[in-house]
């Protein structure tokens, strides 16, 4: 019997019946059933169990996890923009970049929390210290972070927090606060610009450490795609929030992550070959296609904003909110390719079927050749 | 050949070539643990009866899974490996060309106009429904297979539990603690079987557990105590494997071209299963993954690349923030 070679006719086929349902039994190039829809382009032939997933579909909640990778990667370049505002004398980038920080951290908790099947047991990952788990990773970036950019945004609050703390606990606990204050901002704002590209890039490796062929096969890229989405958002946050004659390095920060972004999907979608498509077409496809638009609108309404100067501030604003949509959509998107990568099993068996018949044929090829170096 | 690089070269439990040979001893179990326990499952004598399924259910108290969810007009209504399936019986229906009768020494029927004075016939009557519709005449043959957790020697199930809550047995089993699961939810995508599953109910993780409980008790796990046929195997896997190497040859030798053992290889991309299988066509005609890597394996690298994605960050905002602040 030969491999394959029912896949057109499974596709065109309209009369249900066990003939059909036996011939997908037998699985030889059956895919799921397709109505009458023409194929432009035959089918790759492949073999499954009557069109079934081979492996399971990502048990993680929606939105809850493409909202925390969009969050965490917000999140942690806003750290650095901070530190980096501080550093640099920029009141409004530091202001915005902690404030980005700690509030993108705490949402990410949130949501992590929520995702769990059992949240009460949160505290069961802090007991554990795990290389080869990703997760286990991401909690001790996300706990440090969300410390230090918890004490950051305290110190960056200190103008309303101090008054309160003078009626409650006295004159002199408010004076030593006010003292400490700005240095332990400083400290801490440092301090989570450290764990802050750490925390925007693990996503990559949490996603990409899995069976789900999409993501497994985009791991070199996809935490450069992250990165620069991560960049892109922090820094369209602060285009939001500052005058265009202090955002700067924000919008530089974000045109150049948007370029990394654009730049980095295109390359992963080159390279991955057959499990590329679920990036390119439905659903995710779709939500991909519209990221980039509104990521590449973003950083050009940057580049407008920065040429129209003060006059720029509705731009910069429109630009950023755009940033920001891109930066989510990504996320949402490469959920959604992974997902359907893992329901359709010729994402897993093609690739597989490959790897191994040439594997085999090397095999064979070795042991002719050693046969002929014997006779 | 596909050895996890994230794992020690030499140590203990490892073969000389840098396989794990004994994953209870790469865990840190000491010398005087038990040997590796396993199945091996010889779909070649299955029937298809489903008393694993039910026996499994039965002894491991696992709720139903509430759907009736037929594949295509097979007999097969579990569908796949999950939270409240730890066995699955596939079903598969092949057309074959037709091979010579084989004379089972039943007797035969008499056509209808015969006389009986002549010798039985050994044809059963009805053959021409064999006829394929291109007039060539075909066969039927049926595939089944109980499908399970393989209990992989390098599980990424394992590696990516951020609790601690899927553990290494002493028998170099795997299993789930569900008093420390808090249902993250991260060994289900990491494995390339598609074995472990997240139930509704609790929120947690749920696979077999080779019968923990039951080996512990020097009892045989209950599938492989309900199998009739002998077609689900339960020992140390160092036995096992020898007898499914016995039982390929022999099957190979009656015309079987394309029977083999499936996770049996210690230097496939999972370190060789601890339950594997004998098939008779290719794993993806029942559902398995024809060549399956343990996704931890690039670890190291995707650290790498997140490092790299991670400094290069650091780079940007630097260089953004020389510059003009306007």
Redesign the interface.
């Known amino acids: 019997m030969s491999r394959g070679g029912r896949g057109l006719e499974d596709a065109t086929g309209d009369s249900p019946g066990l003939e059909d349902e036996s011939e997908a039994g037998t699985g030889r190039g059956g895919r799921r059933r397709r109505g009458a829809e023409t194929l432009m382009v035959p089918e790759a032939e492949f073999t499954s169990y009557y069109g079934r997933q081979v492996i399971h579909t990502p048990a993680w909640k929606v939105p809850d996890v493409p909202a925390y990778l969009y969050l965490g990667g917000m999140a942690g370049a806003a750290a650095v923009m901070g530190a980096a505002g501080d550093a640099t004398g920029n009141d409004h980038l530091r202001r915005a970049g902690r404030f980005t920080a700690f509030g993108g951290s705490m949402l990410s908790l949130g949501f992590l929390i929520h995702d769990l099947g059992r949240p009460s047991r949160f505290l069961n990952m802090l007991r554990v210290f795990k290389v080869t788990s990703p997760l286990s990773m991401g909690t001790w970036i996300l706990s440090p972070f969300a410390t230090f950019a918890g004490a950051a945004a305290v110190a960056e609050l200190r103008g309303v927090l101090l008054p309160v703390l003078e009626r409650v606990a006295g004159a002199r606990v408010a004076g030593l606060a006010a003292a400490v204050a700005p240095a332990v901002g400083r400290a801490s704002g440092i301090g989570a610009g450290v764990f802050g590209p750490a925390l925007s890039t693990y996503t990559a490796v949490l996603i990409a450490d899995t069976a789900v062929p999409s993501w497994h096969a985009a791991y070199p890229e996809l935490p450069f795609i992250f990165a620069g989405s991560g960049m892109a958002s922090a820094g369209g946050i602060a285009m939001i929030t500052s005058p265009v004659a202090e955002a700067g390095p924000a919008r530089r920060m974000a045109v150049i992550g948007a370029g990394l972004e654009l730049a980095a999907t295109q390359r992963m979608e080159h390279r991955v070959g057959l499990v590329a498509e679920p990036f390119q077409k439905g659903r995710p496809g779709l939500l991909l296609k519209l990221a980039q638009g509104a990521m590449g609108a973003g950083a050009l309404g940057a580049l407008v904003a920065a040429r129209l100067g003060r006059r720029g501030r509705a731009v910069s604003v429109v630009a950023g909110v755009l940033l920001n949509t891109g930066a989510a959509l990504t996320r949402f998107g490469v959920y959604d390719a992974g997902v359907e990568s893992a329901k359709d099993p010729k994402y897993t068996v093609i690739p597989q079927r490959e790897r191994l018949d040439a594997k085999r044929a090397a095999a064979a090829e070795a042991a002719a050749s050693a046969a002929e170096a014997g006779a | 050949m596909t050895q996890a690089p994230?794992r020690p070269a030499s140590g203990p439990g490892l073969s000389p070539d840098g396989h794990v040979a004994d994953p209870a001893a790469a865990t840190g179990y000491g010398e005087d643990h038990p040997p590796r326990m396993g199945f091996f499952t010889d779909t070649s004598v299955c029937i298809g009866c489903k008393a694993c399924e039910v026996a499994c259910k039965e002894w491991n108290a696992v709720p139903a899974t509430g759907d009736l969810d037929m594949?295509?007009?097979?007999l097969?209504n579990t569908?796949?490996l999950?939270a409240s399936s730890w066995r699955h019986v596939?079903?598969?229906?092949?057309?074959?060309?037709a091979r010579p009768p084989v004379s089972l020494g039943m007797p035969g029927m008499r056509p209808a106009d015969d006389d009986g004075a002549g010798p039985l016939a050994t044809q059963p009557p009805g053959d021409d429904s064999a006829q394929g519709p291109s007039g060539s005449i075909e066969g039927v043959r049926w595939l089944m297979s109980s499908d399970v957790c393989k209990h992989c020697t390098n599980a990424?199930c394992l590696?990516?539990?951020?609790?601690?809550?899927l553990f290494r047995t002493e028998y170099g089993t795997v299993v789930v603690q569900d008093d420390?699961?808090?249902?993250?939810?991260?060994c289900?995508?990491?494995?390339?079987?598609?074995v472990?599953?997240?139930r509704e109910s609790?929120?947690?993780?749920h696979k077999c557990t080779l019968c923990y409980d039951r080996i512990s008790n020097d009892m045989e796990p209950a599938c492989a105590k309900a199998c009739p046929t002998d077609s689900i195997q339960f020992g140390p896997l160092d036995e096992l494997r020898e007898r499914a190497d016995a039982r390929l040859a022999t099957l190979q030798e009656r015309g079987e071209s394309r029977a083999q053992l499936y996770g049996r290889d210690p230097g496939d991309g999972v370190g060789g299963d601890g339950a594997f299988f004998l098939l008779l066509d290719?794993p993806?005609?029942?559902?398995?993954?024809?060549?399956?890597i343990v996704?931890?394996r690039?670890?190291p690298?995707?650290?790498r690349?997140?490092?790299?994605?991670?400094?290069?960050?650091?780079a940007?905002?630097?260089?953004?923030?020389s510059?003009?602040?306007?």
């Not at chain 2, 289900?188 to 598609?194: D, N």
């Not at chain 2, 609790?202 to 993780?205: E, I, K, L, S």
């Not at chain 2, 510059?323 to 306007?326: A, P």
Request: glycine share 14%.
């Open positions: 994230h594949s295509g007009w097979s097969d569908a796949m999950g596939a079903f598969v229906e092949q057309v074959e060309p990424a590696d990516v539990c951020p609790t601690g809550a420390v699961c808090n249902g993250c939810g991260y289900v995508p990491a494995c390339p079987y598609g472990i599953g997240k609790d929120g947690q993780a290719e993806e005609v029942y559902g398995l993954p024809p060549d399956p996704t931890t690039d670890l690298s995707m650290w690349h997140a490092g790299a994605a991670a400094l290069t960050m650091f940007v905002i630097g260089v953004a923030f510059g003009r602040r306007s």
